[in-house]
């Protein structure tokens, strides 16, 4: 006997009617917010309408239509047109990450199951497409349900440090001047797979130090204050492993005189804000001497970001203190028919390069580490194991500044970027000079810089985008030593030491790029040195 063909039913059709309606106006509402109209929304709408006329033509969908396939195919694609809307509406309110895009991809195919399975019951099943499609969405279901488990349980990110106690907040907290400070009174620990456990304790000054540690110095003191960014706060080390703590520690046993050490670093800040952190902590502090460390890592990146922070918040507070007669002066304009001038709203990408930027992401893995909660608790494990199989390279931690600021001949922004973190550098040079306090930059270079193998893995894992480019991994480092050499500042180059032991297979950084305990104790060892040195001469003269 052949295979009998079922009708479907008139609520399929005012279903597949629905979807079409709908997918219509999810595809117009970003344009009523601004977003130009563009090529993917007019091809949409065209889609649209031409699969509406064909339901709608007499006979299309009439019992025992021998060309069941152009119905499956109205149906498939109204379902893709009704997911497209949803996730083009959801790049233009939000973005998209692991979460979001797994869950789009799992209504998109119970949507397309439900209504093949449902128009031709028999028909899908015996071609071999409902049992895998439904395999795929159990798949795909269990992993939203593993993310969603990993978001609710665990940080956003494994570089957060969960408090011991939930009342006390986040420990990053926005500053009144600059961007990011510490929370004053945090304790908790981190949850990094590479360092579980270690210990994070914020004092009253906002310094992660004891309680101790929050008081000005005694007259008799020697005074440092020590300015930086992750590295410097210590990120992966313990409270009494941070370089501060050490430098504290050794210069208190090697000196006839008492030393107070101020670790000031906070996650995410530049030189920029390194400078308005000092202005900050200047007057309890009394410093005698102030280090700033600048890290090649990121620092240019963050100095950038600065700017941004910057631009952004005083527009907010130009918005917020407006003059008390600006209506009144914007009503006299009406009524004596003057315009006002005023900036037209930057422009909204449109939905094609919306489109093709999402694209772009979900094809790098770094979207998927950088958005999943799930993979960035399993990524070391897993990448240490497929490494081991020669399946995955082993990550490097380089941002996309970092390579651009590698490459033998950088784009001109990087060096905008790289000076403006100079002369944020020479400003906090000329605010310790103000201060009657000597001044020490600690430059502290990435790990690929402070590793030819990391650096030889690195150069040979650049995309198409740098193909036929050269890297080169102490240009950078050795310029900026010797610009800031030049402008009379005290400058500790720890460059040789690391070079020197990541060679003798002793690196003194995580594999992720922060400084482990050992690194840590090597940037005390040779400031302790410097501090020594810089303590029996007078000051140059800038």
Excluded at 79 to 93: D, R
């Amino acid at each position: 006997m052949g295979h009998t063909v079922r009708p479907p039913s008139a609520s399929l059709t005012r279903f597949h009617e629905t979807t079409l309606v709908i997918s219509a106006l999810m595809h117009w509402i970003p344009a009523f917010r601004g977003q130009s109209v563009g090529a993917l929304r007019i091809g949409a709408s065209v889609v649209v309408v031409l699969l509406w006329m064909a339901s709608r033509r007499r006979g299309a969908w009439s019992p025992g239509d021998p060309r069941e396939w152009r119905r499956s195919l109205s149906l498939l694609a109204a379902a893709g047109l009704f997911w497209t809307g949803v996730t083009e509406c959801w790049t233009v309110f939000s973005r998209l990450y692991a979460l979001s895009v797994l869950g789009l991809s799992v209504g998109f195919l119970f949507h397309s199951l439900l209504v093949l399975g449902v128009a031709s019951e028999g028909q899908w099943t015996r071609w071999g497409v409902l049992r895998p499609g439904l395999v795929l969405v159990g798949v795909l279901t269990g992993l939203l349900g593993i993310e969603l488990f990993c978001q609710w349980r665990f940080p956003g990110s494994f570089y957060d440090v969960v408090p011991d106690d939930a009342r006390m907040g986040e420990m990053i907290a926005e500053a009144k001047s600059y961007r990011f400070t510490l929370q004053p009174g945090f304790v908790g620990r981190t949850i990094h797979p590479e360092f579980p456990g270690r210990r994070v304790s914020i004092n009253a000054w906002g310094l992660r130090d004891d309680d101790r540690a929050a008081e000005s110095p005694r007259a008799e003191e020697l005074s440092i204050l020590v300015l930086g960014d992750s590295l410097t706060f210590g990120t992966g080390v313990e409270d009494h492993e941070t370089y501060s703590a050490l430098l504290e520690e050794s210069l208190t046993a090697s000196m006839s005189r008492s030393v107070r050490v101020y670790g000031a670093g906070v996650p995410g800040l530049g030189q920029k804000d390194c400078r308005l952190r000092l202005a900050e902590y200047a007057e309890r502090t009394q410093p005698d001497l102030v280090i700033a460390a600048l890290y090649e890592g990121n620092d240019f990146d963050e100095d950038l970001r600065h700017e941004h922070f910057l631009r952004r918040r005083a527009e907010a507070v130009e918005q917020s203190n407006s003059p008390p007669n600006s209506t009144e002066e914007t009503a006299r304009k009406e009524d004596s028919g003057e315009k006002e001038e005023r900036e037209p709203p930057p422009p909204i990408p449109g939905s094609d390069q919306l489109l093709r930027v999402s694209l772009e992401r979900l094809g790098k893995v770094n979207f998927w580490f950088g958005s999943s909660a799930c993979l960035q608790y399993l990524r070391p494990t897993l990448e240490e194991s497929l490494a081991e199989r020669g399946v995955l390279k082993r990550f490097v931690p380089v941002n996309n500044f970092l390579t651009k600021a590698l490459l033998t001949t950088p784009p001109p922004g990087v060096h905008e970027a790289v000076y403006a973190s100079i002369q944020a550098l020479r400003g906090i040079a000329a605010d310790c000079e103000a201060l009657g306090a000597r001044l020490i930059v600690l430059v502290i270079p990435a790990a690929v810089q402070a590793s030819p193998e990391i650096f030889d893995r690195f150069a040979s894992t650049r995309g198409r985008k740098y193909r036929g480019k050269k890297f080169d991994r102490t240009l950078l480092h050795n310029t900026l030593v010797t610009v800031l050499r030049a402008d009379h500042e005290v400058v500790v180059d720890p460059l040789p030491l690391l070079e020197k032991e990541f060679v003798a297979g002793n690196p003194g950084y995580y594999r992720e790029g922060h400084f482990n305990a050992t690194g840590h104790r090597w940037m005390a060892d040779l400031l302790r040195t410097e501090v020594q040195q810089l303590l029996t001469q007078p000051p140059a003269k800038h």
